[in-house]
């Protein structure tokens, strides 16, 4: 079974600070990672997916299969970064790759 | 290019009723999955669709079901409504299975 965990409910930072979303995964196979967000009244969208090693918005992420974990990271926090950040899981090659298995979100919340 | 949408945006019904949700993909993605977002389960698989067929399912009862037509327009039908399916409804349209996943902005259901 896939399973994605997300620690933290909220974070706080201060514009300007470096920013880290912790996402743990747990699947036996081979997994495809990726960071959703969702702005405030704005739909769901794709921030960047693992297999891509795109920055997006400053935004990086890098698959650790050891620790199984796709932290997002970011160096200086912007107000407009304030958003609920998912992390998600596609077990790709089990036949399943359309189903993604979705964390329970982190709202990061952006201090000035 | 238009975005996924769905219809109704709102909807309320009482136990009992059953209710119909429709999506429309993004023009050019045949495939449409499904996913149920409530407070205490976050996001939730529901199925997916490709080419009129559906090709994965997730863990939900058989009072959810869905469809997709020849122009990969998709419906989803839930019956016998209980108050637990209170929830936001989100479809997502893709080109296959493995390409990402665009959201809609999704339908609020409220069942009384």
């Known amino acids: 079974a896939q399973r994605v965990t997300q620690p933290e409910k909220l974070l706080s930072v201060f514009k300007g600070a470096p920013v880290e979303l912790k996402c743990n995964y747990s699947y036996s196979g081979s997994p495809e990672l990726f960071w959703y967000v969702q702005y405030s009244r704005q739909r769901l969208q794709l921030l960047l997916r693992?297999?891509s090693r795109e920055s997006i918005k400053g935004f990086t992420a890098d698959l650790n299969k050891g620790e199984t974990s796709f932290h997002l990271k970011k160096p200086f926090a912007q107000e407009e970064d304030s958003a609920m950040y998912y992390c998600?899981?596609?077990?790709?090659?089990?036949?399943?790759?359309?189903?993604?298995?979705f964390g329970t979100g982190t709202r990061l919340q952006v201090m000035l | 290019k238009a975005g996924v949408t769905q219809t109704p945006r709102y909807l309320i019904k009482t136990r009992g009723q059953q209710v119909t949700l429709s999506c429309s993909p993004i023009s050019g993605h045949r495939s449409v999955s499904w996913y149920q977002q409530t407070p205490g389960q976050g996001l939730q698989f529901l199925f997916e669709y490709f080419s009129e067929t559906q090709r994965n399912k997730g863990n939900f009862p058989g009072r959810f079901s869905g469809r997709q037509f020849s122009n990969s327009r998709s419906e989803m039908n839930v019956s016998t409504l209980e108050l637990g399916d209170s929830a936001l409804y989100l479809c997502?349209?893709?080109?296959?299975?493995?390409?990402?996943?665009?959201f809609g902005p999704g339908t609020r259901l409220t069942v009384l």
């Open positions: 998600a899981l596609s077990a790709v090659g089990a036949g399943t790759a359309s189903k993604l298995t």
């Open positions: 997502a349209s893709h080109r296959q299975s493995t390409d990402t996943q665009y």
């Open positions: 693992h297999i």
